[in-house]
């Protein structure tokens, strides 16, 4: 398997992606390539500054940067030499199984959509963020940012997408969806939860439990937690502002330790027809490691393949 990473994106590249793939390296197994795809120069200065053997790693040359100031569909356009454009080509051509990035958002999104395509069947691809639960699980919250609008039957795409995550890569059993809303009967909300409710308790591909309330995300009460983009940004930004706040005040505990984006370094883009991973921009060397062992689990879990299957 190889697993190509984006060497230029992120706030501490190339240092801190050069850093986090030697450390991924060092856990994966010896038929498990990391292709680091970047400025070639910058590439062989970092691993050089590391006392790291070059040969360990494929080295992909590709020396144009997409910053997060750039408009996401023209980027992807504009420059086909950048680390994410040549990334996604490789991916889309199967020399590379996985594609991470900690760079621009947007330009993952739109390109892996035009050129990994989406999953036919599927109306809207999104992103996920991982919640720990207090009972030492975790629960799966979809979608958080890509897409703000949704209609009702997004929402319930978004349900069997996030039940076929849950399900391959962290191995649950019928996972439990839930709706988040302001109240847990099935009259509460606004027209799209009360629609969407209708539609997930209809749903026979499902193992759907109803509506939970904000107060329940955190208890692992769900495995899949069903939400528009909108909603789930501010959630996920909420937590990590709370994690951020309560770690100034020298806050200790173990459960808000699971809190920390570092130990689950990225997430899959559910709906596209390869395994296309995005990382937090602020990441350091030990969430870009994270970031590029989640990439292995979710390709080695066929997760791309099984979504298809299912919506085909």
Do not use: W
């Not at 993952?108 to 069947?121: E, Q, R, S, W, Y």
């Not at 639960?133 to 319930?156: E, F, R, W, Y």
């Not at 495995?223 to 706040?245: P, R, S, W």
């Not at 309560?246 to 984006?261: A, H, I, Q, T």
């Amino acid at each position: 398997m190889k697993i190509g990473i984006d060497v230029l994106g992120g706030d501490f590249a190339p240092e801190a992606n050069i850093a986090g793939a030697i450390l991924a390296c060092k856990e994966l197994s010896v038929d498990t390539k990391i292709v680091l795809i970047g400025d070639q120069d910058s590439i062989l200065s970092g691993l050089s500054s590391f006392n790291e053997d070059p040969l360990n790693f494929e080295i992909v040359h590709a020396p144009d940067l997409i910053t997060m100031h750039d408009h996401p569909t023209r980027a992807i356009r504009q420059k086909p030499n950048s680390s994410i454009a040549i990334g996604l080509d490789l991916l889309a051509s199967g020399e590379i199984q996985a594609f991470a990035s900690t760079g621009n958002t947007g330009a993952m999104l739109v390109g892996a959509m035009f050129k990994i395509n989406t999953v036919p069947g599927v109306i809207r691809p999104c992103i996920t963020s991982t919640l720990p639960a207090i009972d030492g699980t975790k629960s799966i919250l979809l979608d958080v940012g890509s897409n703000a609008d949704c209609k009702p039957d997004v929402l319930q795409q978004f349900a069997v997408l996030g039940s076929l995550y849950s399900n391959n890569v962290y191995g649950v059993e019928k996972p439990r969806v839930a709706l988040l809303n302001i109240g847990e009967e099935e009259s509460k909300g606004n027209l799209l939860t009360q629609t969407a409710h209708k539609l997930l308790a209809s749903s026979d591909n499902i193992n759907f439990i109803g509506n939970i309330e904000g107060r329940d995300l955190f208890t692992g009460v769900a495995d899949v937690v069903v939400c528009d983009g909108f909603t789930g940004n501010i959630v996920l930004k909420q937590a990590e502002g709370m994690y951020a706040m309560l770690k100034k005040r020298n806050v200790n505990d173990e459960f808000l330790d699971r809190f920390n984006y570092e130990n689950y370094g990225g997430t899959p883009i559910l709906g596209v027809k390869g395994n296309v991973i995005i990382g937090h921009g602020i990441s350091n060397d030990i969430a870009v490691k994270n970031m590029i062992l989640h990439s292995y689990e979710v390709a080695n879990s066929g997760l791309a393949a099984k979504i298809n299957e299912a919506f085909n």
